[in-house]
């Protein structure tokens, strides 16, 4: 590739082959950018010529990226947001004419919980705005609050330092799930009868208690897990289908049950609550765009104060 004199080069143009290489074809990054397909398909060969590369070959119905392109498109990405940034940090933050990507690190039942209200309220104030939610290990939050790779995270109480912030949204009771017509797990069940079910116990990890097995160990007591799997819903559905018993929170519980048959009891067993809280980095704390997400998130899940 030969060399190219950055002043001759149109930002617009590299906004175009971000939404080619996102969308996969011309009329697609035509729609997502409001240009007609003629205005994408005349800066798409002015790219051709400026980087002396093909950029897309045809595959199907498709553009696929040639290697020159795969190489271009993340650090176009981390340009492209970061001026994005920059340039509302000088404007004020305007979520009906912003165009980035947030990333939020929550787990699945946070995703059920919040995504659902979260991305109908995006589709109507801030259309230009996506949205990324993965699920980071416990240990990488900070570092990705840190480096930018997180702009925000949802979790229980974790041991981070003094530069990540944390507000408190919510504290959920413990529950216990059973199928409708289970023989002996019914209202006002004991703690006995809970001890003598299988479990269902939900988690990422694959050795090592949960919130209950702690509980229950301080008072001397074991369950027996009979599953151990990392989705509630299948967790749920497991549950349908036979005796199986499964401990989770109120809210997602409650939620998950009305649509699989699922009955929905107290826990025979005084617990602490589970506290959820919203983590983001000292270095956003300020920044509008920042303040604006975190505002979605806790509102989304049904929490008016500000973050």
Known sequence: MHMINLSRVDLNLLVVLEAIVAEGGVSRAAERLNLTQPAVSHALARLRELFDDPLFVRAGRNLAPTALTKGLVEPLRQSLQ?????IEKGEGFDP???RTVF???????MEVLILPKLMKRLAREAPGIDLRTVQM???SVENGLADGTLDAAFDVALPLSERIHRQRI???RF???ARKGH?????????????AEKHVMVTSRRRGPGAEDIELGQHGQRRHVSLRCRNYLAAIQVVAGSDLVLTMTARYASLLGAASGVRVLAMPLRMPTLDLFLYWHDRVHNDPANRWLRLQLVEALGKTARP
């Open 183 to 195: 023989p002996r797990v019914r209202p006002g069940f004991t703690l006995a009868t809970y001890l």
């Open 103 to 109: 990333t939020v690190s929550m787990r699945d039942p």
């Open 170 to 172: 919510s504290a959920d």
């Open 82 to 86: 970061a001026l994005g940034a920059l």
């Open 137 to 139: 290990r416990r240990r």
């Open 96 to 98: 009906a004419r912003a």
């Open 175 to 177: 529950v216990v799930a």
